[in-house]
């Protein structure tokens, strides 16, 4: 499962931006292309975060649908693999324009008064 990895990945960036802050909300998107599988980032992130400021924080995970375009006509069409055929002219050389992301869009943390 390379999600382990990957969400490894995610919480060091997390602790890394959030400067040593507790972390309340963490919010990642994730392309439909991309191979990764959201159940799997949301199942490790907990043991992920054990001992660290992100323990407890809260997951959301927003998943980015596929996009593509056709390089013959432009037609814009949806796609559930990294690769489809254009529904206007037939062509299969396509572009894809979104859904391969997998991006740490924000962190919420608690701030602290003095």
Known sequence: MHE???TQNIVAIALE?????KVRR????IGKLSAILPD??????????QG?????????IIEI???GACRDCGNTIELEYPFGICDRCGSRNITVLQGQELNLKSLETESICV
Not at 17 to 21: I, N, T
Not at 26 to 29: D, P
Not at 52 to 60: I, K, N
């Open 4 to 6: 382990l990895g990957i």
């Open 17 to 21: 931006h959030s400067r040593g802050m």
């Open 26 to 29: 963490v919010v990642l998107e």
């Open 40 to 49: 799997s980032i949301a199942f490790c992130f907990d043991s992920c975060c």
């Open 52 to 60: 660290t400021a992100l323990e407890g924080a809260e997951l959301e």
């Open 65 to 67: 649908e596929g996009i």
